[in-house]
C-alpha cells in the first residue's frame, strides 16, 4: 500500500488529542474545567478522586487507538482488521461530533453545559480532524488490505 500523508496528519492529530487529555490528567482540577469536562469531574479531581484520572485515561485509549488505526491506514504499520470500516468510523465520530458542536451554536440552544468559546473551539478542531481523516479516507478507499485475523496475509505461502 502506497504511503497516505492524509492519513498520517491525521493520526498525529489523534496523538496529540491523546496527548492532550494526558496533560489533563497531570495538570489536575483545572486543567479539566479548562478541557470542558466540567465542574463535577474537575471538583472529583481536587479531591484526589481517581474517577477523573481513569476515565480521562480511557479516553485517551481509544485516541491512541485511533492513532494507530490512521497510522495503518496511513501504510507506516501493518494493516490492521476491519481497517477501512474503522476509519470510516473515526471520520464520523469527528465529523458528527463537529458539526452537532456548530450547530447547537447556530441553534442558540439555551442552559448548554458548555461555554460558547469551548464548544465553538472543540467543535472546530473536531470538524478539522474529521475532514483530515474523511480526505486521507477518501484517497485509501478500496486499497486498504485486508488481512487475516493474526495480523498477516498468509497468501504468500
Known amino acids: 500500500m502506497r504511503r497516505n500523508p492524509q492519513l498520517l496528519l491525521a493520526a498525529f492529530l489523534n496523538l496529540l488529542v491523546a496527548f ?3 496533560l489533563v490528567i497531570v ?3 483545572e486543567a479539566y474545567r479548562l ?3 466540567g465542574d463535577e469531574l474537575a471538583n472529583m ?3 484526589g478522586s481517581w474517577y477523573p484520572a481513569v476515565l480521562t485515561s480511557c479516553i485517551m485509549s481509544v485516541f491512541l487507538i485511533w492513532a494507530l488505526y490512521a497510522f495503518s491506514g496511513a501504510g507506516v504499520v501493518k494493516p490492521l482488521p476491519g481497517l477501512q470500516l474503522v476509519l470510516l468510523f473515526i ?3 469527528y465529523c458528527l461530533r463537529g458539526v452537532i458542536g456548530i450547530l447547537l451554536l447556530l441553534m442558540a440552544v439555551p442552559d448548554l453545559p458548555w461555554s460558547p468559546v469551548f464548544l465553538l473551539v472543540s467543535s472546530t478542531i473536531c470538524l478539522v ?3 483530515v481523516h474523511l480526505a486521507g479516507l477518501r484517497r485509501g478507499w478500496g486499497k486498504f488490505q485486508p ?3 493474526i495480523g498477516s496475509s498468509l497468501s504468500h505461502y
Open 45 to 47: 479531581a481536587a479531591a
Open 129 to 131: 480532524i474529521g475532514l
Open 35 to 37: 478541557a470542558g469536562a
Open 20 to 22: 492532550g487529555h494526558l
Open 147 to 149: 488481512v487475516g485475523i
Open 91 to 93: 471520520t464520523a465520530v
Open 27 to 29: 495538570m489536575g482540577a
